[in-house]
């Protein structure tokens, strides 16, 4: 499995990005796939999930009305459309899929089969 994400880069804030995540390896219709950030000096936190069948989508409490995930099964990619972005979304933003990762009971879960990309870099400026 591999999970390519693209689009971080550096913002104002007020702003918007749109990350890229392509996969591959895998039936990508299988999992529910996601994102997750890590800000320096923080844990990683769960940002977004949406479902196998693009049928349900998850956010975060502090992202949502801002940011918007999808998927596009012909490309093997999703997305996560940022808007109004603020300098606290400062972070590396990894996409992660697998059998284990979702959203259960509140919280984004993971396991260890699941697989993670390198991240992107996202900046948002003052």
């Known amino acids: 499995v591999q999970l390519q994400a693209s689009g971080g880069g550096l913002v104002q804030a007020g702003g918007s990005l749109r990350l890229s995540c392509a996969a591959s390896?895998?039936?990508?219709?299988?999992?529910?796939i996601g994102w997750f950030r890590q800000a320096p000096g923080k844990e990683r936190e769960g940002v977004s999930c949406?479902?196998?069948?693009?049928?349900?989508?998850r956010y975060a409490d502090f992202v949502k009305g801002r940011f918007t995930i999808s998927r596009d099964t012909a490309k093997n990619t999703v997305y996560l459309e940022m808007n109004g972005l603020e300098p606290e979304d400062t972070a590396v933003y990894y996409c992660?899929?697998?059998?284990?990762?979702?959203?259960?009971?509140?919280?984004?879960?993971?396991?260890?089969?699941?697989?993670w990309g390198r991240g992107t870099q996202v900046t948002v400026s003052s």
């Open positions: 992660v899929t697998g059998p284990t990762f979702g959203y259960y009971r509140g919280s984004f879960v993971y396991g260890n089969n699941d697989a």
């Open positions: 390896g895998f039936t990508f219709d299988d999992y529910a």
């Open positions: 949406i479902s196998s069948k693009a049928g349900s989508e």
